[in-house]
């Protein structure tokens, strides 16, 4: 039984680490507005990609993981955006929609590029896009991902926001 308990005890800290190093820590430190700014400015500092960032409500009162999720799409959003399709323009849309009567409040997201996909190659669902589309569906969110070889990438997801009661 000691053994057991070690060992789960040993489990939970690897976990509770490996937590840690996926929450980023610009988060905490700036909110997520700023660290979505941030984000945009590194991508034109490392890739020359312009990321215009239009953010309605506010934003930086959301909880961990709904902050969590739309820092990383916007970040793989980003990388895929230059990496994968060559794009010099990204557009990012956060809107935290207030709850209404007989309606949860939620998060809309999209993000769009001006990519292109060479000649013979699709867009192919990788980890980044994977992870997107779980993280999303992980909170009971929508993600939808529609490409057109001349005109880019675009992603739209909505993220419902757990009711005031049951944070």
């Known amino acids: 039984a000691a053994e057991i308990v070690r060992d789960t005890q040993a489990s939970f800290g ?27 400015g590194k991508a034109k500092r490392r890739t020359g990609t312009d990321c215009i960032l239009h953010i309605e409500g506010r934003i930086d009162r959301l909880d961990d993981i709904h902050a969590i999720t739309i820092y990383r ?20 849309a956060v809107k935290h929609v207030l709850p209404r009567r007989g309606r949860r409040g939620q998060v809309r997201i999209k993000i769009d590029d001006n ?26 969110g929508t993600f939808r991902l529609t490409h057109n070889p001349h005109d880019g990438v675009h992603i739209e997801a909505t993220l419902p926001l757990p009711d005031a009661g049951k944070r």
């Open 14 to 40: 690897a976990s509770r680490a490996t937590l840690v190093r996926l929450r980023p820590s610009v988060l905490d430190a700036l909110g997520l507005t700023a660290a979505l700014m941030e984000l945009a």
């Open 73 to 92: 799409m916007v970040q793989e959003a980003l990388t895929n955006a230059q990496r994968h399709g060559g794009a010099d323009r990204v557009e990012v």
């Open 115 to 140: 990519g292109t996909v060479r000649s013979g190659e699709g867009l192919s669902e990788g980890m980044g896009i994977i992870g997107m589309r779980e993280r999303v569906h992980a909170l009971d």
